[in-house]
């Protein structure tokens, strides 16, 4: 897209988006598009470290134990989106999902601990 195009179709667009998505003229090399405008999140970085995650979840009725491993995959793909952990495979993390029985459901509840740079051994 030309700049016209561009400011036709997007009239509050910055001067850097129009530059970024303006095309190169032949002769020109072409900006690497996956450069980010602010620098990258902490965490985002990957690391040799393996982080463990502790979920525990107080429930009137216990879930079976493969239930309550999977029901905490929403979770643990928020925590990546969210860059606190690189990735969700064995290798990145190890996992321990607990359940502890409460008389009432306004004590239900979950509860997360992340330790980074931990050996499966150390899991608090």
Known sequence: ??????????????????????EVPAGQPKQDIRTAVVDAPP????????ACVRIVMFRVRLLDPDNAVGSTKPLIDCLRACHLISGDSEK????????QKVHHFREQRTEL??????????VP
């Open 1 to 22: 897209m030309n700049e016209s195009e561009l400011r036709t179709r997007f009239p509050r667009a910055s001067l850097s988006f129009i530059n970024a998505n303006t």
């Open 43 to 50: 965490g985002k970085e990957k690391s040799d470290e393996r």
């Open 92 to 99: 990145e993390i190890d996992l321990q999902v607990t359940q």
């Open 113 to 122: 601990k992340i330790t980074y740079g931990c050996s499966p051994e150390t």
